[in-house]
């Protein structure tokens, strides 16, 4: 048996078990192989639980084993770190609890802090630096680590509510369809959030318009003074948040 072989046969077993794959790499080695296997899974298995506490905390831990069970059992490990692993477990959580869409936008928000916690870093614009800039023609330029999440529910309160150790409140959805902003200030993950106006206006900035074609959009949705206010409103919020790391023309 080659070398890529006997690799081969290891990991069908590690993943799924596989016993023709135990019997290639021989009876010899049978004793030894479930050690291996179950280092495996708890290896994934307290990855997953490190990264979605409040996840955990909501669910319970029986509910949360389960669910970790069948990530792993469809998802094997395929970065090079174990970092890469948590990724994709919210769709998994959606799949098992498409009735409950609370269980899945908290995981997705915990896992949008861990990446925002690991992000580059960027300094972020200071309120001094405004005033050399062209508003007509300036780019903004969000920091790394920002990421924009969908949310139908209150899981943001429930996520505070537990990383507190409160008893958190009872899922509800939301009046409207708003969405969660995450990034990181200075070291700390920060999320807030926002309705579909700044989701719209974080959107059209990310996508390389300018601030007067922001400002403009918002004139378009809102009304000339409501649209003015908020645009100015909006980049108040950006700078004092560190969202914003430079501009260009």
Avoid at 223 to 231: K, S, V, Y
């Amino acid at each position: 048996m080659s070398l890529a072989t006997l690799q081969g046969d290891f990991r069908a077993w590690l993943m799924d078990g596989s016993l023709d794959a135990a019997r290639r790499i021989g009876r010899a080695a049978a004793p030894g192989l479930s050690v291996y296997q179950n280092n495996y899974r708890a290896q994934l298995m307290a990855c997953l639980a490190e990264t979605y506490e409040q996840t955990q905390a909501w669910l319970g831990d029986e509910a949360f084993l389960a669910a970790a069970a069948t990530h792993i059992d469809a998802n094997p490990p395929s970065a090079w770190t174990l970092d890469a692993y948590p990724a994709g477990f919210a769709d998994t959580l959606d799949s098992i609890y498409p009735d409950d869409p609370e269980v899945a936008e908290l995981a997705a928000l915990e896992w949008g802090l861990s990446r925002a916690f690991t992000a580059a870093d960027a300094t972020a614009m200071t309120p001094e630096a405004l005033a050399s800039v062209d508003w007509d023609s300036a780019a903004l330029h969000f920091t790394p680590s920002l990421a924009v999440l969908p949310a139908t529910c209150n899981a943001a309160a429930i996520w505070a509510a537990l990383s507190k150790s409160e008893m958190p409140p009872k899922a509800v959805a939301l009046p409207e369809p708003a969405a969660l902003l995450v990034w990181r200030q200075d070291f700390t993950p920060c999320f807030r959030t926002i309705d579909g106006v700044e989701e719209g206006a974080i959107s059209l900035c990310a996508s390389g318009a300018d601030f007067g074609a922001m400002c403009g959009s918002l004139v378009e949705t809102l009304g000339e003074a409501d649209g003015i206010a908020r645009a100015a409103a909006l980049l108040g919020q950006w700078i004092g948040d560190g969202l914003i790391v430079g501009t260009s023309e």
